[in-house]
């Protein structure tokens, strides 16, 4: 795929959704394709504890992971220009939706219930999904948070058929129609 040129990423992207949805595989493409760096708000977070999410969960509970995780975001726009990928969770907090305006775009990555679980259903890496009904709680999850999600700056419609080259392409063109956010030649 062709670098971009002269276009310049002038703000974070802030890759939101679902577990699942995208936001790594995708972020990663798109980072490659702008010639920014990636950065993934989970990675930070476990190599800053030097354990996986799942042990921050299970020793330390839910909320300390989450004030962990608005600290990094915070970091993590305050540097240049990247593409952020960020937990599923993320976008929930209401200071982490209003940072990431303020300081760059928040960009939904949304996918359907399908190929949510398509996508998820044979990883055991994510905590919240160790439950007896994970299915199930995967939808409940994704009807409570898709509202929240919907608050996002753009949203961009995931597409099973879709490779990962055309989805971080289809983002691309969302995010042109927001001045400010890509530099044109």
């Known amino acids: 795929?062709?670098?971009q040129g002269q276009r310049g990423l002038q703000r974070p992207v802030v890759l939101v959704g679902m577990m699942g949805a995208g936001k790594?595989?995708?972020?990663?493409?798109?980072?490659?394709?702008l010639g920014v760096p990636f950065l993934?708000?989970?990675?930070e977070i476990v190599r800053a504890a030097q354990m996986p999410i799942s042990e921050i969960f299970a020793r330390d509970g839910e909320p300390f992971f989450r004030a962990r995780e608005s600290e990094v975001l915070a970091r993590l726009l305050g540097d240049a220009p990247a593409v952020i990928s960020t937990g599923g969770g993320a976008f929930l907090?209401?200071?982490?939706?209003?940072?990431?305006a303020r300081q760059?775009?928040?960009?939904w990555l949304k996918a359907d219930l399908d190929l949510l679980w398509q996508r998820v259903r044979h990883k055991n890496t994510r905590p919240l999904l160790r439950t007896a009904d994970p299915k199930g709680t995967l939808e409940t999850l994704l009807a409570a948070r898709a509202p929240v999600y919907a608050l996002a700056q753009v949203a961009?419609?995931?597409?099973?058929?879709?490779?990962?080259?055309?989805?971080?392409?289809?983002?691309i063109g969302a995010?042109?129609?927001h001045p400010g956010v890509i530099a044109e030649d």
Do not use: C, F, W, Y
Not at 40 to 43: F, G, N, V
Not at 104 to 107: A, Q
């Open 40 to 43: 993934d708000s989970d990675e």
């Open 175 to 177: 995010l042109k129609a």
């Open 93 to 100: 907090s209401e200071a982490n939706r209003a940072l990431i």
């Open 1 to 3: 795929m062709a670098r």
């Open 156 to 171: 961009v419609e995931a597409e099973p058929e879709l490779s990962v080259e055309h989805m971080a392409q289809k983002v």
């Open 24 to 33: 790594t595989a995708v972020g990663t493409m798109l980072a490659r394709v």
């Open 104 to 107: 760059g775009i928040s960009v």
